[in-house]
């Protein structure tokens, strides 16, 4: 199933009514914002979205790029953790990245605050959405691209839990927006997880 196109004020309307901060106080503040589609939580592809909302003299700006927000099907069927392979589930997240090194390779958004992850531990290649959450975890649970050329089809050991984009174009332009951020607002970015059945 292909993810519906949204709107800056679809996603600013849907994070407000679930109580969630949306930031509009000044160009470029922007909003990271993941949405997971929970038609097909089997799949090992890029059928997911990363979105990221802010203004720009006014206008109100809603880019969208295909990512991944599930780990790939390699580690929901060998768990890098012994308690299992880490989801994040869905929710607000204040804070959970900054500006820094994705294991010490490229600039990337990485975990900087501890959080409560699912541990899938039942090694298949379903999602276990409903699996039991642990303590709070600094995993280095990061926002990154996959291939560094072009664009991925495939997850597979892209991700081990962490949020990633399919091509790295939209990711080079993530990274420009960020730093900016970082330098004007703080090096420290929230992260919202939707599912696909808010918007429907």
């Known amino acids: 199933m292909q993810l519906p196109h949204l709107s800056y004020e679809a996603v600013k309307q849907i994070s407000r009514a679930k109580g969630y901060n949306f930031f509009e106080n ?3 503040n922007i909003n990271l914002i993941g949405i997971r589609n929970m038609r097909d939580v089997q799949a090992n592809t890029f059928n997911d979205l ?18 991944t927000t599930d780990p790939g099907t390699y580690y ?20 959970l990245w900054k500006v820094g090194m994705h294991q010490g390779k490229y600039e990337a958004l ?10 899938d531990n039942n090694r298949d ?13 600094l995993i280095g649970l990061n926002c990154h691209r996959a291939s560094a ?3 991925s089809k495939q997850v597979d050991k892209w991700s081990a839990g962490c949020q990633v984009l399919a091509n790295n174009a939209d990711f080079d332009q993530l990274m420009k927006l960020a730093n ?9 970015f929230t992260y919202t997880l939707f599912e696909s059945t808010d918007f429907e």
């Open 149 to 151: 050329t072009g664009t």
């Open 125 to 137: 290649a379903n999602l276990d959405l409903n699996a039991r959450t642990g303590v709070r975890e």
């Open 26 to 28: 000044g160009d470029y």
């Open 50 to 67: 990363f979105c990221i909302a802010f203004t720009k003299n006014g206008e109100q700006i809603l880019l969208q790029y295909p990512c």
């Open 76 to 95: 929901r069927l060998n768990p890098a953790n012994m308690q299992g392979t880490a989801i994040l589930p869905a929710g607000q997240y204040f804070g």
């Open 180 to 188: 900016y951020a970082a330098k004007h607002y703080g090096n420290g």
């Open 110 to 119: 990485v975990q900087r605050l501890p959080t409560v992850v699912i541990r």
